[in-house]
């Protein structure tokens, strides 16, 4: 892969993960890539500016009130110069600092300066990652059109294990990539908004009611889009299969966490509804774990319908999708409930497939879909759930050619 001739403006912030910056910066510097640094406030506690100049073979900037930075390489002029904001390792707090539009030291201030995209790996302890705090600023970040590379799940610094490991270098070099050299295809210049994954609806803190999805067939169809050329964001709920390569994952917990996401997220060519949404979700969710009473009867929960967000991306109005492509999970009378489906939540396609359990498919590598559109239904074959992304992506951009 060849990045000759392309610039990224590199902003470290602190964190015990910022020793991986380093190796980024070999990676891109032997992709031809220009490399600058700007270190945040707390980065130098990690990593050298030394280091930093030494890979990158170029001055690296900490800054903000330095005379002689200003006048050789002002804040403004460090984003003019590049194609490309990259901030890896992205700590909890600079991803605040971002959200909230602060500029109170140079990395702040510069990715607030900028007009170029903006690719952040976040890298932090799972339960700063967890927080609603961060969940919300992700949310306003990829909303603003921030795109993003991470987290990994694994072991952590901190003896704990879940998602918050910055990605490996290699993988954002090729976040990297996808941005700076986009994919032709027949799908480039267009934006699809995929949903995928279940969603967790909170009884309390500590439970939840969710289903089997898995989000495999989602995020494949985000990969199969992203293969096209298109710019993807993905909502995505609590999954355990990797981010696709090239792709904006919005990482939600709920139903109306997913809507919300999913309108932030347009405009949008095209959307797809793979998510398993909830329909149901607890009423108010207590805000403390239930006690479990000895000889006290079990909790009632009273369940209130979710938003559905097919229906209300289908629904007629400026920013409707020009393709919204639903799915319809069904057990029995596939063909008839799946072109009831179509109709009633106004999308253009249904995907049906059969999910009773004798097919083993819900949660499984392999689907056998039916697709419905305006003209009548097609059968597929039973296919890995990935052909079945390809083939779907393909007939996506046949319609919008
Ligand atoms: O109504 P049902 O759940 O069977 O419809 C399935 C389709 O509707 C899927 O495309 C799913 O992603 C979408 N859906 C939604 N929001 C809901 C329920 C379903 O987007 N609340």
Redesign the pocket.
């Known amino acids: 892969m060849t990045l000759a001739g392309k610039r990224v403006l590199l902003v470290v912030s602190g964190g015990i993960a910022a020793y991986k910056a380093l190796e980024l910066i070999r990676l891109l510097r032997a992709a031809g890539c220009g490399v600058t640094c700007v270190l945040s406030r707390s980065a130098a506690q990690f990593v050298t500016k030394l280091s930093l100049q030494a890979l990158s073979e170029s001055r690296t900037y900490d800054d903000l009130f330095s005379l002689t930075d200003e006048s050789e390489m002002g804040h403004i002029q460090l984003s003019r110069a590049a194609d490309l904001l990259v901030v890896a390792p992205a700590s909890a707090d600079l991803l605040a600092r971002m959200a909230a539009g602060m500029a109170d030291d140079l990395a702040s201030t510069v990715l607030l300066a900028t007009d170029k995209p903006v690719l952040v790996a976040p890298a932090m302890n799972v339960r700063m990652w967890q927080h609603e705090a961060t969940v919300a600023n992700m949310a306003l970040l990829a909303a603003r059109g921030v795109r993003v590379v991470g987290p990994e799940e694994g072991p952590m610094a901190c003896n704990e294990f879940g998602p918050g490991r910055l990605a490996e270098p290699p993988a954002i070099l090729a976040a990297i990539a996808a941005l700076l050299v986009p994919a032709a295809g027949p799908l480039a210049g267009r934006h699809a908004l995929v949903?995928s994954g279940p969603t967790h609806e909170p009884i309390d803190p500590v439970r939840y009611i969710a289903n089997r999805s898995s989000g495999r067939q989602g995020h494949a169809i985000a990969a199969a889009l992203a293969a096209l050329g298109a710019r993807v964001s993905l909502v995505s709920g609590p999954v355990g299969v990797p981010d696709p390569p090239g792709v904006t994952v919005i990482r939600v917990e709920t139903?109306q966490q997913m809507l919300a996401a999913s309108l932030a997220a347009l405009p949008a060519d095209i959307a797809v509804?793979?998510?398993?949404?909830a329909?149901w979700r607890v009423a108010s969710a207590a805000g403390r774990k239930i006690k479990k009473t000895p000889g006290a009867p079990p909790p009632a929960l009273e369940l209130v319908a979710?938003?559905?967000?097919?229906?209300t991306l289908s629904a007629p109005g400026p920013t409707r999708p020009r393709l919204v492509v639903?799915?319809?999970?069904e057990t029995d009378a596939l063909a008839e409930n799946a072109a009831a489906?179509r109709a009633r939540?106004g999308c253009d396609w249904i995907v049906a497939n059969d999910v009773s359990p004798a097919t083993g498919i819900m949660g499984g590598e392999e689907n056998s879909v039916h697709l419905i559109t305006a003209t009548g239904a097609e059968d597929w074959p039973r296919l890995p759930k990935s052909d079945v992304a390809r083939r779907l992506a393909a007939r996506i951009a046949a319609a919008l050619a």
């Open positions: 949903t139903a509804c793979a998510a398993a949404v329909d979710n938003p559905d967000i097919l229906a639903g799915f319809a999970a489906k939540k």
